[in-house]
Structures are given as structure tokens and as C-alpha cells.
């Protein structure tokens, strides 16, 4: 279909609670991304599947974060407990595939707000 | 290692001038270099990217030069415009491992063009 999108698009929550951010890839992108995006910083790399595998864990900031992928598509990534810090743009990206170096689309993002 | 330094952080340029703005890196291991421009409330987008193998690759008005002896690379806008005001994001990315199609990201330079 369209663009790769996220949701919510906004989410404040209060400290110690947990949250759960959604990324539907562009159709038939076998390649999804999570970064984030902490205010006046660069794109921070969390985790990258292929298919529904993760290979590559190395940037999750704890082990509070996880993420998951099901049936090659829609990934969530949770955050359990949170707190302040974890307050940031949350971006998702897709690639068509991982053979070379393949343009990444981006999502709008959530912007997360832990109070 | 992984390191990507971006700078400045801000550029302000008059309508019609040059807009430059530079990275280095440190990891050999990159060979992919993209640029990302981001507008307020939207994720980056793909702007244009070289890889090592040439020394520039120009698209329109964007101009990447590359300097593989000096692990340096830069984003030449000519001919600015006020629609070019930006946050830009340099990138770079290295094949292979557990680490493919995974970037690396600049600090952001945001870009104000002047009508």
C-alpha cells in the first residue's frame, strides 16, 4: 500500500507503565528497522528484523525493550516500565530487502512521553 | 568506531547560495553513505547516497563528495531554497554480519534558508 505507518501517533504515558508501539512496513518489504530519535540527537539504531527474525539486537537500550514481528509484517516494539529517558521519537523503517544496501522508508514516528 | 560526527549543527543560507555540510567516520568497514532529509513532524527521507567507489554523485541540485583517505563525506546544496529548510542526516551503513542494511546516523544539521 502507501508509506510505512506507526501508531499512535502520540503517546504520553506515566512513569513505571508500559507501552506498545506499532510499525506496518510497506507491503512486501521483507527488511523493518526501529530507531530512535531523542530531541536535538541523531537516529539511534534499536533492533532489525528479516522476515521474523531478529539478528541484530545490539541497540536496545535494556532489557526493558523488546520487540517482536509476526507474518513478515506488522512489528511491535515494547517498553515495559518505563521512564523518563525512554521519552522520544520512535521511527520505523522498511527496506524491500537486506542483499546490499537498500533504500530505507521511514514512518512518521511516535512520539512518546513518559511523565 | 561506529561513530558518525555531523557538523554544524545549524546552517542559516540566503536563497540561492550553497548550503554545505560535512561528516566523517571512523569504521572502514562502511560503504554506503546516505543523506536523509527530515521536515518537522515527518520521518527522514532518502535525499540521495554514494558509495566508495566514486569520489561525487550528483542528483539535481544535491552534490555528495566523498573522500575515502580522509573517511570524510559532504552534502552540497546549490542554489538553495526556502523549501530546502531542513533537519539533514548524514548515515552510514556496512554490509555484511549480523550488521546488514543497519545505519549509522550523523547528529542532524538543521538547515534554514533564508527567502
Known amino acids: 500500500g502507501a508509506g510505512v505507518s506507526q501508531s499512535p501517533s502520540n503517546k504520553v504515558t506515566e512513569k513505571g507503565k508500559d507501552v506498545e508501539l506499532r510499525c506496518d512496513p510497506i507491503?512486501?518489504?521483507?527488511?523493518l528497522y526501529w530507531y530512535r530519535q531523542s530531541l536535538g540527537q541523531g537516529l539511534e539504531f534499536l533492533i532489525y528484523?528479516?522476515?521474523?527474525?531478529?539478528?541484530?539486537k545490539s541497540g536496545l537500550p535494556s532489557d526493558r525493550f523488546s520487540a517482536e514481528r509476526t507474518g513478515g509484517s506488522v512489528s511491535t516494539l515494547t517498553i515495559q516500565r518505563t521512564q523518563q529517558e525512554d521519552s522520544a521519537v520512535y521511527l520505523c523503517?522498511?527496506?524491500?530487502?537486506?542483499?546490499?544496501?537498500?533504500?530505507?522508508?521511514f514512518g512518521p514516528g511516535t512520539r512518546l512521553t513518559v511523565l | 568506531q561506529q561513530q558518525v560526527k555531523q557538523s554544524p549543527q545549524s546552517l542559516i543560507v540566503q536563497k540561492g547560495g550553497i548550503s554545505i555540510i560535512n561528516c566523517a567516520y571512523e569504521n572502514t568497514a562502511f560503504d554506503y553513505f546516505p543523506w536523509y532529509q527530515q521536515f518537522p513532524g515527518k520521518g527522514p527521507a532518502l535525499l540521495i547516497a554514494?558509495?566508495?567507489?566514486?569520489s561525487e554523485k550528483k542528483e539535481g541540485r544535491f552534490t555528495i563528495s566523498f573522500n575515502k583517505s580522509a573517511k570524510q563525506f559532504s552534502l552540497h546544496i546549490m542554489d538553495s531554497q526556502p523549501g530546502d529548510s531542513a533537519t539533514y542526516f548524514c548515515?552510514?551503513?556496512?554490509?555484511?554480519?549480523?550488521?546488514?542494511?543497519?545505519?549509522?546516523f550523523g547528529q542532524g544539521t538543521i538547515l534554514t534558508v533564508h527567502p
Open positions: 507491503s512486501g518489504h521483507t527488511a
Open positions: 548515515a552510514a551503513g556496512a554490509a555484511g554480519g549480523t550488521s546488514y542494511g543497519k545505519l549509522t
Open positions: 528484523f528479516q522476515g521474523n527474525s531478529a539478528p541484530d
Open positions: 523503517a522498511s527496506s524491500f530487502r537486506t542483499g546490499g544496501h537498500n533504500e530505507q522508508f
Open positions: 554514494i558509495r566508495p567507489d566514486v
